[in-house]
């Protein structure tokens, strides 16, 4: 005998997409430098040699995991191969993404000794320790051939929430790829130009933005013109707190920030919000006050020689793993 239906059966709920985090993969560098490959795009490189500077990023990025660590946050660490030498290796979110639904994502990366960093390795220690389950992957590396380049969630910030990404345009960031990632994940896009103060376009979309569970950080006069009110307007349709930042803070990491999430005990899902010391200190007080407000906790970490030589800052450094 069957079991009737209900009357009025309630209509299948949408997935709930999770906006933060609660786990990363880390690269250990071995080789860290300064790499004149990648500085012709990256303006906030510094061509400098200093003695012991890969010493130097190896104790920065110790401090960084530790301290994640002590917040909560599942940190999945690989040591980088020495051969050959990869002086990006540290920043392993512009060559692979991890989602919930299993998707793993591998980007064509502008630089060719930055292709190295990609490791088959990196997919299974992600799976075995941070339990992630390996469903699909979505290997865009073949447009490398075509001189089109889509490098992660550097060039991508996402609203994982509203399945939005804001991309700026520059010689790392394609149109086509970007589309082709777009529907294979499910997201709409948000594509515009800026640029820095001398007119030069951003390298990274995550330099100049971050999106967290309350607050939208943006440096609106980077935008052009013809792009700001767009931008802003879809910004502003995601219900988060809209906190703008100007160059002064933008050349200073202030928009390279991420928030990631942690379990209280007592009060259940937190979330922190990871910069650097750099970007800490170009805040003005009340633009620190009003983002402070939109998290639980603020992690600062000192990224000194990494952010000089390397051009990326406390974001580039964190690729996230979202697990079922």
Known sequence: ???????????????????????????????????????ASNAFQRAERPAGAAESAR???????????????????LEDRPDPPKPDAVFPNNW?????????????????????????????????QLGLRVTR???????????????????????????????????RTDAVVLEEWAQALGYETVLFDAADRSGVPFYHTNVLMSLGQRYALIGTEA???????RVLERLRAGGRELIDI?????EHFAGNVLELATHDEALGE???????????????????ARLAACTDDVLVAPLP????????????????????
């Open 1 to 39: 005998m069957s079991t009737p239906s209900p009357a009025n059966p309630s209509p299948p709920r949408a997935p709930v997409h999770r906006q933060c985090a609660d786990a990363v993969l880390m690269i250990r560098p071995a080789c860290f430098g300064y790499n004149p490959q990648t500085a």
């Open 59 to 77: 104790a920065e990025f110790d401090a960084l995991v530790a301290a994640l660590t002590g917040e909560g946050v599942q940190v999945c660490v």
């Open 96 to 128: 692979v993404s991890f989602h919930a639904d299993g998707t793993v994502v591998l980007y064509p990366m502008q630089a060719p000794s930055r292709r190295a960093e990609r490791r088959h390795d990196a997919l299974q220690a992600v799976s075995e």
């Open 137 to 171: 992957v979505l290997d865009l590396t073949e447009h490398e051939q075509q001189g089109r380049f889509l490098e992660g969630t550097g060039s991508l910030v996402l609203d994982r929430r509203a399945r939005v990404a804001y991309a700026c345009r520059s010689a």
């Open 223 to 229: 935008i052009a013109a013809a792009d700001r009110t």
């Open 246 to 250: 100007g160059y002064g803070e933008l």
């Open 270 to 288: 937190c979330h922190v919000l990871v910069m650097s010391r750099t970007a800490r200190d170009a805040l003005a007080p009340d633009t620190f």
């Open 305 to 324: 020689t990494i952010e000089r030589l390397g051009g990326g800052s406390a974001r580039c450094m964190l690729a996230e793993v979202f697990r079922p």
